[in-house]
Nanobody, 126 residues
Framework: QVQLVESGGELVQPGGSLRLSCAAS????????IGWFRQAPGKEREGVSC????????YYADSVKGRFTISRDNAKNTVYLQMNSLKPEDTAVYYC???????????????????WGQGTQVTVSS
């Protein structure tokens, strides 16, 4: 079973950029659908983006469309989330997770994802 580890979160000013990484071990990512999720204090978990590691097809929540870009490097067994034009409301712990079902990737529905990483903190503040 695949294990996932997130990294790249830090404190950044509004308008800044960050790139998060989701590194896999234990299995190749090829064939999985990898999602990024976030959870802010006192709020429910939110699906942010998802990618098919086979086709590269990607999906985004409306709140991040045009600002975030998900990508994968199958040779490095890693999925990335490039975050630009960051806003204070993007502050959250960001998690990556895996599913084998394209429907759940298209809907970025976290309840049917597994192999959750430990999360990485992103704080957007001046």
């Amino acid at each position: 079973q695949v294990q996932l580890v997130e990294s790249g979160g830090e404190l950044v000013q509004p308008g800044g950029s960050l790139r998060l990484s989701c590194a896999a071990s234990g299995s190749t990512l090829d064939g999985y659908f990898i999602g990024w999720f976030r959870q802010a204090p006192g709020k429910e978990r939110e699906g942010v983006s998802c990618i098919s590691t086979s086709s590269g097809s990607s999906y985004y929540a409306d709140s991040v469309k045009g600002r975030f870009t998900i990508s994968r490097d199958n040779a490095k067994n890693t999925v990335y989330l490039q975050m630009n034009s960051l806003k204070p409301e993007d502050t959250a712990v960001y998690y990556c997770a895996a599913t084998g079902t394209p429907y759940y990737c298209r809907s970025i529905y976290g309840a049917n994802f597994g192999s959750w990483g430990q999360g990485t903190q992103v704080t957007v503040s001046s």
